[in-house]
């Protein structure tokens, strides 16, 4: 046996050994080939959708970002029309009515949506109360239109996991709110006895005021009121 023909550590048989020029994975990683062949079955629309999402690098004045092809397709047109090429301008026109259209239908079906939603939760409660179940939500309290611009708010949960978190924020600030006026009050007498607060009592004061801050702030970052629709404010 030469030692052309030795099998052992690192040397496979001949047959089994990768010629010089061959890719040893001819069809690539899987993972490439699974990508090959999703694309292999896409249809012509969906092709084009996928293309448009990929993304380009542009450069504005001194500043590059990353953009769709469809923004930077966009971009381009009106970017023409603009330099006066006049089927440019008609499209980007064209295309901006459209949306515009677009916009305006979509904002009138949800201000027609809500309308009925708060005409009907009469009747939508009660089924709700004869079948055992909880009240819908949103409670039409929370609902807020504005005939002038068509625009829907909603301030309050619309499911009951979110009605059982703001329930929690209300009772935490509530805790919270006794403790700072009894601390307050504390204060206030100390200091008419002529024993005034300590520094670290002070820190508490303002630690219960960054608390009831963060509450706050997290109902104003969901766009609820301080309150639940529906039920006895205290």
């Given amino acids: 046996m030469t030692d052309d023909d030795q099998v052992g550590y690192r040397r496979p048989p001949k047959a089994f050994q990768f010629k010089k020029g061959q890719s040893g994975n001819p069809l690539g990683s899987s993972r490439k080939v699974r990508k090959r062949k999703r694309r292999q079955n896409l249809s012509l629309g969906d092709l084009v959708l996928e293309n448009s999402e990929n993304l380009l690098r542009v450069r504005e004045g001194n500043r590059t970002s ?3 092809t469809k923004e930077a397709l966009l971009k381009k047109q009106t970017a023409m029309g603009l330099n006066g090429n006049r089927l440019a ?3 980007s026109l064209d295309r901006i009515d459209k949306a515009e259209q677009a916009k305006r239908a979509e904002v009138l079906d949800l201000y027609k949506e809500a309308l009925d939603y708060k005409d009907n939760y009469p009747a939508l409660a009660e089924s709700h109360r004869n079948r055992g179940l909880p009240p819908p939500l949103p409670h039409p309290d929370d609902v807020h239109l504005n005939r002038s611009t068509g625009e829907v708010i909603i301030t309050g949960p619309r499911g009951p996991e979110q009605l ?7 009772e935490a600030m509530k805790i919270f709110t006794t403790m700072l006026d009894e601390h307050r009050l504390d204060a206030e007498e100390s200091a008419r006895q002529g024993c005034p607060y300590s520094p670290g009592d002070f820190k508490i004061i303002s630690l219960i005021e960054s608390h009831l801050a963060s509450f706050e702030s997290e109902l104003d970052k969901r766009g609820w009121l301080p309150r639940v629709a529906g039920e006895k404010e205290t």
């Fill in 66 to 68: 990353s953009i769709s």
């Fill in 89 to 91: 301008l008609k499209a």
């Fill in 164 to 170: 059982a978190t703001l329930k929690k924020i209300l």
